[in-house]
């Protein structure tokens, strides 16, 4: 017979996954229209309807509160990067990442993605912990497509770890280009071609 937890043992672990997810939706909605700098730790935690004690429970510190965020942020623009891929299929692999870079550089025309992920948090944030963010949700999608490519291929044999982390770093600094520039829309459009001419390079290469 298995024994059911206590009622109010699942009630405060609920309460304190809304006050979590409180304060993260406060938190992200103020670090996209204000910037880190001017979110300050107290309109968060007003926003989000806690106390500070709250805050410093759940994240410790703005920081903290601004990594949590900046993954958030980071995994769902991975995600919608592996959908566009996805949805080529698995024929085409180099067509994938080309259809994955794309939907990157897209998911940087939103001004939050521009704000949290691509301005602030190379400010913010250490090298450290983006590239591990990065490692954690990017870089094995990117590696497995890669991966298959060479071996169906259609782009030359090489090492497959750094072709895989130079393609990767190469869309993050696209991305970057795209929302710092004074005209993003220009600049996602170049972005694109240069996206383009890489991976067209890359094929020809192999024949």
């Known amino acids: 017979m298995v024994k059911r937890k206590p009622q109010h043992h699942q009630t405060q672990a609920a309460r304190s996954e809304s006050t979590r997810a409180a304060l993260l939706?406060?938190?992200?909605?103020?670090?996209?229209?204000?910037?880190?700098?001017?979110?300050?730790?107290?309109?968060?935690?007003?926003?989000?309807?806690?106390?500070?004690?709250?805050?410093?429970?759940?994240?410790?510190?703005?920081?903290?509160?601004?990594?949590?965020?900046?993954?958030?942020?980071?995994?769902?623009?991975?995600?919608?990067?592996?959908?566009?891929?996805?949805?080529?299929?698995?024929?085409?692999?180099?067509?994938?990442?080309?259809?994955?870079?794309?939907?990157?550089?897209?998911?940087?025309?939103?001004?939050?993605?521009?704000?949290?992920?691509?301005?602030?948090?190379?400010?913010?944030?250490?090298?450290?912990a983006r590239n591990a963010i990065t490692d954690r949700y990017a870089l094995g999608l990117v590696r497995e497509t890669v991966q298959r490519a060479v071996e169906q291929g259609e782009i030359v044999i090489a090492p497959i770890e750094p072709l895989t982390r130079m393609l990767l770093a190469a869309v993050i600094a696209a991305a970057q280009f795209v929302a710092t520039a004074d005209d993003s829309t220009v600049a996602r459009a170049e972005a694109g071609q240069t996206v383009d001419l890489l991976l067209l390079n890359l094929k020809r290469q192999s024949s």
């Open 25 to 128: 939706s406060a938190a992200r909605e103020l670090f996209a229209e204000h910037g880190y700098t001017g979110a300050s730790s107290e309109a968060i935690v007003a926003a989000a309807g806690v106390s500070r004690g709250a805050l410093q429970h759940h994240f410790v510190d703005k920081l903290s509160l601004f990594l949590a965020v900046y993954e958030q942020v980071e995994s769902e623009v991975v995600r919608a990067t592996a959908d566009a891929g996805m949805a080529v299929g698995d024929d085409d692999p180099l067509e994938e990442l080309r259809a994955g870079c794309h939907a990157y550089l897209d998911a940087v025309l939103d001004p939050a993605v521009q704000r949290i992920c691509a301005i602030d948090g190379p400010a913010v944030l250490s090298p450290d």
